[in-house]
């Protein structure tokens, strides 16, 4: 069955480095979404990336869409302590309704 | 607009009860979503509705566990008898069914979940 997997699990930075998580797809996606999940709280859309290569920008994040769309990014620039959370991304194969998530990145920003 | 909205926010059952958890999704919403995650893990799909009818159910983990959507409005999922490994959180999610072009938009709006812990 289609798989999306998301590295890295964990990643803890200093509060003003960048930051990165990575989402690759066992098939071919129709769209890739982005959710962020603060501590105790509930996964939030963040973006829907849906063209072959496409890059979009949300102030300090940048969200990338492989040429194959089968993999895809989310950098964020100067990481502020409100970053905190973990970071989903989901995946919707061509011609189907189910979006499968990956298992998150959890980030950890210290002050 | 209201959104997604759970209910309980927290049950504690021991092991062999039964528990249902309500979803009442956005209005207007066709689709709606049940996922699980379990202590840290993934977000784990398991059922998809459409109005009233099971689109994809192939998420859910065994008998124990039953989805309904009478009159494809709000849904209920129930798991009886409950086991200890079903503990985790069980969000609901809905969505739009709009087709953009050839592209469908499946963004989903959560709810806050249901932390369920079974003892």
């Known amino acids: 069955g289609q798989q999306v997997m998301q590295i890295p699990q964990y990643q803890h930075v200093q509060e003003g480095e960048d930051f990165t998580t990575y989402c690759n797809s066992s098939?071919?996606?129709?769209?890739i979404q982005w959710y962020k999940q603060r501590p105790g709280g509930h996964p939030v859309f963040l973006i829907q990336?849906?063209?072959?290569?496409e890059v979009k920008k949300q102030k300090r994040l940048t969200f990338q869409f492989g040429e194959a769309k089968k993999n895809s990014s989310l950098h964020i620039t100067a990481t502020q302590t409100t970053d905190v959370g973990t970071y989903f991304c989901?995946?919707?194969?061509?011609?189907?309704?189910?979006?499968?998530f990956g298992a998150g990145t959890r980030l950890f920003v210290k002050a | 607009e209201a959104g997604v909205t759970q209910f309980p926010s927290h049950s504690v059952i021991e092991k062999g009860q039964t528990v249902t958890l309500r979803c009442d999704p956005i209005?207007?919403?066709?689709?709606l979503y049940w996922y699980r995650r379990v202590m840290g893990k993934e977000i784990k799909f398991l059922l998809h509705?459409?109005?009233?009818?099971?689109?994809?159910e192939s998420g859910m983990p065994n008998n124990r566990f039953l989805a309904e959507r009478t009159g494809g409005t709000y849904s209920t999922l129930k798991v009886q008898p409950a086991e200890l490994e079903d503990s985790g959180v069980y969000f609901c999610?809905?969505?739009?069914?709009?087709?953009?072009?050839?592209?469908?938009?499946?963004?989903?709006?959560f709810g806050q979940g249901t932390r369920l812990t079974v003892v």
């Open positions: 509705f459409v109005k009233e009818s099971k689109q994809d």
């Open positions: 209005s207007g919403h066709d689709n």
């Open positions: 989901a995946g919707a194969r061509t011609g189907g309704f189910k979006t499968i």
């Open positions: 098939t071919t996606l129709s769209n």
């Open positions: 990336l849906v063209k072959s290569g």
């Open positions: 999610a809905s969505s739009l069914r709009r087709a953009v072009g050839a592209i469908m938009n499946t963004e989903a709006f």
